[in-house]
């Protein structure tokens, strides 16, 4: 508004100052003329001026002021001041009727010049003189004063404009300094350095801040309880399943399915354990990640000879907990390396706020028509397509709890199988 609004004032007073001008110039040419007029006499159908006037300007000669008498209805020159000696009789004069006068412009010698036209006629018994009397003056002084005032209106005026803008933002700077402060604060409870809002804000902000503190606090309840009865359930399990275990007449089979479900709630546990850490609120460097499991993977499976291809965007963080991340890009390469004859090939990417991770194969692929029923839980995929489908669901639900999303196309570089997910990051 600042901005807007002031140039639009200075236009104004210089209009307003300039058209102010103008009237005086005005007044002062009519007056002239009127003294002019005084001093006119006719005599016998000849008009008769006097040698010299009162006012020294008509008398010098190219003075910036002049004045003319003429007829009105011919335009024939009746009778110049001193101060037009060697000057052309100006062709642009104009003529108004009896009684009336105009104020214009024409140029003399190069020169801008105020004109003041007024016709009048002077009677006499028998008949009547009319005439007009042009008063013509510099306009020089009075461009020199419009250009001086222009001068230190703007000065004035831009030198305001800095002064409400400094103002402004000085004033905008302190008032959004608790907002600034709410931000620095919300940010450090997302990376896990606060638990709450503790500083002090102004009394528009508080209802905000206790809002956000009390959605921190149930947050943090509901992720315990949820955490409390996760642990309860795998505890209360342990035990008769260990009683189970004990158990001499069970079979291979048996014992193996009661193994499995002790892995399964190993690894529940595991995630409750986790969760402690309000992985919301965790960086997890993804670079330092996929290599460590690229190392355990080639160990593992070093007897398969597998070579493997990494592509990795440096200064990649993925917003989660490091356990769930492993678990996923884990999975996923294990998965691969299973289903691989020769080679794996892993590469990462940030797009806006996520990360893009692609693991491609060169094993036979899957089946497009079997990859719903791959990613739905408990179902085993072992059968559809070699070493792929163990976990899958599992990574699914995870990739999902980070509202990200898991796809499954075939790998036009390796004519296998390929992963793509997408997870959010800093």
Same mark, same amino acid.
């Not at 018994?125 to 009547?128: K, Y």
């Given at each position: 508004?600042?901005?807007?609004?002031?140039?639009i004032?200075?236009?104004t007073l210089?209009s307003a100052?300039?058209?102010q001008?103008?009237?005086a110039?005005?007044?002062?040419?009519?007056a002239?003329s009127?003294s002019?007029l005084t001093?006119?006499?006719?005599?016998?159908?000849?008009?008769v001026?006097p040698?010299?006037l009162?006012?020294?300007?008509?008398n010098v000669s190219q003075?910036?002021?002049y004045a003319?008498?003429?007829k009105t209805s011919?335009?024939?020159?009746l009778?110049?001041s001193?101060?037009m000696?060697g000057?052309?009789?100006p062709?642009?004069l104009?003529?108004?009727k009896l009684?009336?006068?105009r104020?214009?412009?024409?140029s003399? *010698?190069?020169?801008?010049?105020?004109?003041y036209?007024f016709?009048?006629?002077?009677?006499s018994?028998?008949?009547?003189f009319?005439?007009?009397v042009h008063?013509l003056?510099d306009?020089?002084?009075?461009?020199a004063?419009?250009?001086?005032?222009r001068?230190t209106l703007w000065?004035?005026?831009v030198?305001?404009?800095?002064?409400l803008?400094?103002?402004?933002?000085f004033w905008?700077?302190?008032?959004a300094?608790p907002?600034?402060q709410l931000s620095i604060?919300?940010?450090d409870v997302?990376?896990?350095?606060s638990q709450q809002l503790?500083?002090?804000y102004?009394?528009?902000?508080i209802?905000?801040?206790e809002?956000?503190?009390?959605l921190?606090?149930?947050e943090q309840? *509901?992720?315990?309880?949820h955490?409390?009865?996760?642990?309860?359930l795998?505890?209360?399990?342990?035990t008769?399943?260990?009683?189970?275990?004990?158990?001499?007449?069970l079979?291979?089979k048996?014992?193996?399915?009661?193994?499995a479900?002790n892995q399964?709630?190993?690894?529940?546990l595991?995630?409750a354990?986790?969760?402690?850490?309000?992985?919301?609120?965790q960086?997890?460097n993804?670079?330092?990640?996929v290599?460590?499991l690229l190392?355990?993977?080639?160990?593992?499976y070093?007897?398969?000879?597998i070579v493997f291809e990494s592509?990795?965007e440096?200064?990649?963080?993925?917003?989660?907990?490091?356990?769930d991340?492993?678990e996923?890009?884990g999975?996923?390469?294990d998965?691969a390396?299973k289903a691989?004859?020769?080679?794996v090939s892993?590469?990462?990417?940030?797009?806006?706020t996520q990360?893009l991770?692609?693991?491609?194969?060169d094993?036979?692929?899957?089946?497009?028509?079997k990859i719903e029923?791959i990613?739905?839980?408990?179902t085993r995929?072992?059968?559809?397509?070699?070493?792929?489908g163990?976990?899958?669901?599992?990574?699914?639900d995870?990739v999902?709890?980070?509202h990200g999303?898991l796809?499954?196309?075939?790998?036009?570089?390796?004519n296998?199988a390929?992963?793509?997910?997408?997870?959010?990051?800093?």
């Open positions: 508004m600042v901005v807007v609004v002031v140039p004032v200075g236009v210089n100052f300039e058209n001008a103008k009237r110039y005005l007044e002062e040419l009519k002239s009127y002019v001093l006119a006499e006719v005599e016998g159908h000849k008009l001026m040698e010299v009162l006012d020294e300007r008509y003075s910036g002021a003319i008498l003429s011919t335009a024939a020159l009778w110049r001193a101060s000696l000057l052309s009789f062709q642009q104009q003529y108004p009684g009336e006068s104020f214009y412009e024409v003399l *010698q190069g020169k801008r010049h105020f004109v036209s016709s009048v006629s002077y009677a018994a028998d008949t009547d009319p005439l007009t008063i003056k306009k020089s002084s009075f461009t004063d419009i250009e001086s005032y001068q000065q004035w005026l030198g305001l404009m800095v002064l803008i400094s103002v402004q933002f905008l700077y302190w008032v300094k907002i600034r604060e919300l940010n997302e990376l896990g350095e503790e500083q002090r102004p009394n528009e902000l209802p905000v801040v809002q956000l503190n009390a921190l606090i149930n309840q *509901q992720r315990q309880r955490r409390n009865a996760l642990s309860d795998a505890h209360s399990l342990k008769p399943l260990a009683i189970i275990q004990t158990e001499a007449h079979s291979e048996v014992l193996q399915q009661t193994q479900i399964s709630i190993e690894h529940q595991k995630r354990q986790s969760a402690a850490k309000d992985s919301w609120r960086k997890v993804v670079t330092r990640i290599e460590k190392d355990a993977m080639s160990k593992i070093h007897d398969k000879g592509s990795l440096d200064e990649l963080k993925f917003k989660g907990d490091e356990q991340f492993m996923i890009v999975n996923l390469l998965n390396c691989a004859s020769h080679k892993i590469s990462s990417l940030s797009k806006n990360i991770i692609s693991i491609e194969d094993g036979c692929g899957i089946d497009q028509s029923e990613l739905k839980r408990g995929a072992d059968t559809y397509s070699q070493g792929h163990v976990g899958l669901a599992i990574v699914k995870l999902e709890s980070y999303q796809e499954i196309t075939h790998s036009e570089r390796f296998g390929k992963f793509s997910i997408s997870l959010p990051s800093f």
